[in-house]
């Protein structure tokens, strides 16, 4: 069983920067796709960043992209999102998730198949 725990998040202005990070137990990490998704209050879940089991590729929602970047250390079994230049509409909760090796629909929560609890950002205007 594999087991993600995200941290960082938390409660900062428009223009702030925060660094999420999760965690993973395990020894599937290393080879395993890893994605960032968010779910604002009323709002369907929705894919902001993936990055491949090797950290050679990454993608992003549009939203995020020039923002966000999304990185992985497989020696410490983690990987981040560092948000700058927040915006009040990306306040929601994160969550990361682990996919297969060679996932290539990254934009799809289905298949991921290791899920964290969430992390909440609130971005104040």
């Known amino acids: 069983q594999v087991q993600l725990v995200e941290s960082g998040g938390g409660l900062v202005q428009a223009g702030d920067s925060l660094r999420l990070s999760c965690a993973t137990s395990?020894?599937?990490?290393?080879?395993?796709?890893m994605g960032w998704f968010r779910q604002a209050p009323g709002k369907e879940r929705e894919f902001v960043a993936a990055?491949?089991?090797?950290?050679?590729?990454?993608y992003y929602a549009d939203s995020v992209k020039g923002r966000f970047t999304i990185s992985r250390d497989n020696a410490k079994n983690t990987v981040y999102l560092q948000m700058n230049s927040l915006k009040p509409e990306d306040t929601a909760v994160y969550s990361c998730?682990?996919?297969?090796?060679?996932?290539?629909?990254?934009?799809?929560?289905?298949?991921?198949?290791?899920w964290g609890q969430g992390t909440q950002v609130t971005v104040s205007s």
């Open positions: 998730a682990a996919g297969p090796k060679y996932y290539v629909d990254y934009v799809k929560a289905s298949g991921y198949i290791y």
């Open positions: 395990g020894r599937t990490f290393s080879s395993s796709s």
């Open positions: 990055i491949s089991w090797s950290g050679g590729s990454t």
